[in-house]
């Protein structure tokens, strides 16, 4: 009988050191009542507090994997080192800051099977980012629809199948990998579907994805996008 997972779980940290034991804890409960067939995958984004500490010893007896970048490559690097390790068919991620309960695996993975999808994504029931990050994010959509043609919803962690991410082929290191897997997977028609979850204040701290700069960067990045999926479809037709 085949011990691989069914399930992974891939959790990505930047020096969270004061949330992450009771994040991964709480995961770790969850998984064992509802998802036993699972593994976690805690990838350390270059942190320089004791964030691998912490999460190595609240994962001692949870099959898990622990990975460590020497130096912070951002979001989307963590995302693709977690992946590239990953053992099961299906693949989610959740944050370290405690903003996501487990339980949105579970509204995850059985729209995934009720829907016959083999992406599902998340968007929140409620979140107070403030008007300026409303208007932001209204505007981002906006974009995507005008450069890329599809309609996005994906505000939080999404569950796929292993075989459709291909972190090799998957360019950004930054946070707009989050945008660029979902269109790539909207675009090509993948049975999909969309679950509504909670999303928590954070524990403690402070986000370290945020920020106007980050955030108006998003437009030069999609940009981009629509050039290379352009390169790629000339490629594949010549």
């Not at 190595?56 to 693709?80: D, V």
């Not at 995934?112 to 409620?126: K, L, N």
Request: some cysteine; proline content about 5%.
């Amino acid at each position: 009988m085949s011990n691989r997972p069914e399930l992974s779980v891939v959790v990505f940290a930047f020096n969270e050191e004061a949330n992450i034991a009771p994040v991964l804890t709480e995961l770790s409960e969850w998984l064992k009542r509802h998802e036993p067939a699972a593994e976690v995958v805690f990838v350390d984004d270059g942190s320089s507090d004791g964030t691998s500490a912490e999460a190595g010893r609240a994962l001692a007896g949870t099959p898990h994997q622990l990975m460590r970048h020497e130096t912070n490559r951002g979001i989307g690097a963590a995302l693709k080192t977690g992946v590239r390790a990953a053992r099961g068919q299906w693949v989610t991620f959740l944050p370290a800051d405690g903003q996501i309960a487990p339980g949105a695996i579970g509204a995850l993975r059985r729209a995934a099977s009720s829907e016959r999808a083999d992406v599902v994504f998340s968007v929140y029931d409620h979140r107070d980012d403030g008007l300026h990050r409303k208007v932001l994010s209204a505007g981002v959509r906006g974009l995507i629809l005008l450069v890329h043609g599809v309609r996005m919803q994906s505000d939080g962690p999404y569950l796929f199948r292993r075989s459709l991410f291909d972190p090799d082929k998957l360019v950004p290191d930054t946070f707009f990998l989050n945008f660029e897997f979902p269109i790539r997977m909207l675009s090509a028609r993948v049975p999909a579907a969309v679950v509504t979850i909670e999303c928590r204040p954070r524990r403690s701290g402070h986000s370290k994805s945020t920020g106007l700069k980050r955030i108006l960067g998003v437009a030069q990045d999609l940009f981009d996008l629509r050039v290379r999926r352009t390169k790629e479809s000339l490629g594949r037709s010549a």
